[in-house]
């Protein structure tokens, strides 16, 4: 590259070799498509386990730590499956819905009442039995 300093620098000395001055058209525009929405996409990470009980613990431990790491990770769809078959994926978290519109991020299968993330977080369900 001969030429490998930033953009409004090269953007600078055009506009300054062309003889404009301040009040000068940008040379580098926004871009002219529109922008895709955002897709979701799905990330498979293999490990290895014993039994399925603690796969699915492992499982529930990297799903956490990542989405602690980068909250746009969506707790929520995270599954579990063997590696030969991605067709039996199991749901790893509840995600019932609360009255507030809130998801409970506990775990699928817990017992007892239902969760909404962070502290202090709403309750709701029939509770123990």
């Known amino acids: 590259m001969r030429d490998n300093r930033s953009p409004y620098w090269r953007q600078r000395r055009a506009v300054g070799a062309l003889g404009a001055g301040r009040e000068a058209r940008a040379l580098i ?3 002219g498509r529109p922008t895709r929405p ?3 996409f799905t990330v498979h990470l293999g490990f290895t386990a014993p039994d399925p009980v603690d796969a699915r613990e492992l499982a529930v431990g990297y799903a956490e730590a990542l989405s602690l790491l980068r909250p746009e990770v969506a707790l929520g769809a995270a599954a579990l499956s063997p590696a030969d078959a991605w067709h039996r994926a199991e749901r790893l978290f509840c995600g019932a819905v609360g009255p507030d519109g809130e998801r409970c991020v506990d775990v699928a299968d817990h017992p007892g ?4 993330p962070g502290p202090g977080g709403l309750g709701w369900g029939d509770g123990d039995a």
């Open 29 to 31: 525009g926004p871009p």
């Open 38 to 40: 955002r897709r979701f």
């Open 113 to 116: 009442f239902h969760h909404a």
